[in-house]
C-alpha cells in the first residue's frame, strides 16, 4: 500500500513539472525577425519564459536569455554573406541597465568542431557587446560567453544554427 501511495505521489508531482513547463507564452526567436530561430542547447534558461511570472521586467532583444543572480545574459546571432555578427547583451538588476565595463569573451565551435576564441568590444551606442564570426559553415554552432565583470565570472552557454 506504501508502494501505491509513493508512486501516486512521484506521478502527481512529475505531472505538475510538465504542466508547469507548458506555458502559453511563446518563445521569441530570431526566427520572427526572418533569421533562423534561436535555440539554446544545455542552458537552464533559454528565451522562452516560465509560465511563473519573475520579477526581470520583458527587455529581451529576441535572442537567447540566460538570467543567472542578478545578471541578464542575451546572445543574438544575426547571419550574414560572410559570416555571423553576434550581439551580446549584459545587463545587471529588475532594470537590466547595461555593463560596459566587463571582459567578454566568446569561445565558439563551429559544426565541423573547430574552436575559435573571440573578443566582444562594447558598442555604447547600442549599448551591447558585439564581435563578427567569419564563418558560412552550415550547422550547429556553440557558444560559451566567459564575462568578467570587475572580477566576478559570469559565464553563459549558447547555440545557433547557421
Do not use: W
Not at 567569419?134 to 550547429?140: Q, R, V, Y
Amino acid at each position: 500500500m506504501k508502494l501505491v501511495k509513493v508512486s501516486l505521489i512521484v506521478l502527481g508531482s512529475v505531472g505538475l513539472v510538465f504542466l508547469a513547463a507548458c506555458g502559453s507564452e511563446t518563445p521569441a526567436t530570431n526566427a520572427d525577425k526572418g533569421g533562423s530561430p534561436a535555440t539554446s542547447a544545455a542552458t537552464p534558461a533559454s528565451s522562452a519564459q516560465p509560465a511563473a511570472k519573475t520579477d526581470h521586467p520583458k527587455t529581451s532583444q529576441g535572442g537567447q536569455v540566460i538570467e543567472s543572480g542578478p545578471y541578464h545574459l542575451e546572445l543574438v546571432p544575426v547571419p550574414e554573406n560572410d559570416g555571423t555578427h553576434i550581439d551580446f547583451f549584459l545587463q545587471k538588476g529588475d532594470s537590466h541597465e547595461a555593463i560596459p565595463d566587463a571582459k567578454v569573451t566568446a569561445q565558439v565551435q563551429s559544426p565541423a568542431g573547430e574552436q575559435k576564441t573571440l573578443d566582444l568590444a562594447y558598442d555604447a551606442a547600442g549599448k551591447h557587446y558585439a564581435t563578427f564570426l567569419p564563418e558560412k559553415a552550415a550547422g550547429e554552432y556553440k557558444v560559451v560567453i566567459l564575462t568578467d565583470i570587475k572580477g566576478e565570472k559570469v559565464n553563459g552557454r549558447f547555440s545557433f544554427k547557421r
